[in-house]
């Protein structure tokens, strides 16, 4: 292993040709705060816990060209399916239905999102497990949709209290210490990552829609 490649390689390189940069600051605050109850998605997760996605963590021929390359990238410099694993329910109808059955309308109106429009993701990473830095391409909600001609907003929802280990990068905003129903957006092409270095399941929401037209 060369000196350099403590400071630079072949990601860092891609991401600095696209101008994300730590060394500035992001402004980022919470969004808002959701009224949610984690046991009615710990419920949920115990009951379809076979019925989960598990995608290995490489490219695919659904995911746009930047996305691959950040997937390539990411394998290249040693992220892989056995520390990349999340639990992912939502891709079928009927969960993301009864997702947006739980969240409710109050809680819909303080993320000031349409319904219709929204695609919820319930992830659940276990104890050592992470999600590599990436921007994301909303491939999975054009697809349902058929609106790629439009870009969303991405709002990720904590459901369990933050424990050891738990965090979110947003760009150089380091959170932790949430409690459950804590929100924030997630900017359009801005680099976050997400894991779980601890010891209990690090449970959250991703709710990706339109905004509520004024």
């Known amino acids: 292993m060369d000196k350099k490649s403590f400071t630079e390689n072949e990601f860092t390189q891609f991401i600095d040709n696209r101008g994300h940069d730590l060394s500035t600051h992001l402004d980022l605050e919470m969004h808002c705060n959701l009224k949610i109850k ?18 290995p963590y490489e490219p695919r021929p659904s995911l746009s060209k930047d996305a691959n390359e950040q997937m390539r990238l990411a394998n290249l410099f040693g992220y892989h399916t056995g520390n990349t694993i999340k639990r992912d329910w939502g891709k079928l109808e009927a969960h993301n239905e009864h997702f947006k059955k739980i969240i409710g309308d109050e809680n819909f109106s303080l993320l000031g999102l349409n319904p219709s429009t929204c695609l ?6 276990m104890p050592g497990n ?21 870009t969303p907003t ?3 929802v904590f459901v369990s209290p933050w424990s050891w280990g738990h965090y979110l990068q947003v760009h150089d905003n380091m959170i932790s210490n949430w409690a459950p129903g804590d ?15 601890g010891i209990l399941p690090k ?6 829609g339109l905004p509520v037209k004024e």
């Open 130 to 150: 992470i999600f590599p830095v990436h921007w994301d391409g909303f491939e999975g909600w054009a697809e349902k949709f058929d609106s790629w001609h439009l």
């Open 183 to 197: 929100t924030y957006i997630i900017p359009d092409k801005v680099l976050h990552c997400s894991g779980n270095g």
């Open 154 to 156: 991405r709002m990720s």
């Open 38 to 55: 984690p046991d009615d998605f710990y419920d949920f997760i115990e009951a379809e816990w076979m019925s989960s996605a598990v995608l």
């Open 120 to 125: 919820v993701r319930l992830l659940c990473y």
């Open 203 to 208: 449970v959250t929401l991703t709710i990706t």
